[in-house]
């Protein structure tokens, strides 16, 4: 059995959910493509698809993903104490997404256990802050991840809202069932 703590609690449910990300992309690129007729290729449904929002004062879809990313690596960065790396928003597309994603995951992976297990006490100190932190602990399970869910449930339902076929298994994704 693994042990619960506050790498495993965050570092690769985060990988996971990005993993998840990715694959409902691949099916929201395909609903583009499925849409595509000559006089609107899949680009422009792609397009439609990425500046939708749910809500008329909430991001679009482009920007609940990189959301998703900037929470997944700069969380897992702050747990770790190490500086995060730094990616552009400039995606335009579904594949410019994908490799945000990727890259995202790569540098989760260069996040060791021992970085992050019994840290529960570091400070974190976001700049909106202003002069107060969290401990790492309290960052952890009442900032990160859920903001770092509210970003990912978001963009499922933007796209669920405009038609592209995922279900509840699309965002669980793979469970590790034993026998």
Do not use: C
Request: aromatic share 10%; proline share 5%; hydrophobic share 40%.
């Amino acid at each position: 059995m693994q042990e619960t703590n506050l790498y495993t609690a965050t570092i690769p449910p985060m990988r996971k959910t990005l993993e998840s990300l990715s694959k409902i992309l691949d099916k929201a690129a395909a609903h583009a493509a499925e849409k595509a007729t000559e006089r609107r290729p899949a680009s422009y449904f792609e397009e439609r698809l990425l500046q939708s929002h749910l809500v008329f004062d909430q991001f679009p879809l482009l920007m609940q993903i990189q959301r998703v990313s900037d929470n997944a690596k700069g969380g897992a960065a702050r747990l770790a104490g190490v500086e995060p790396p730094s990616f552009e928003d400039n995606e335009k597309t579904f594949q410019e997404l994908k490799a945000r994603l990727e890259k995202t995951i790569a540098f989760l992976d260069t996040v060791k256990a021992e970085q992050v297990a019994g840290k529960e006490s570091r400070n974190v100190i976001l700049p909106y802050w202003q002069g107060k932190h969290l401990t790492a602990f309290e960052y952890a399970t009442e900032y990160l991840m859920p903001n770092f869910y509210f970003h990912f449930a978001t963009a499922y339902s933007v796209l669920r809202a405009n038609g592209v076929e995922v279900g509840k298994d699309d965002y669980i994704g793979r469970l590790p069932l034993k026998n």
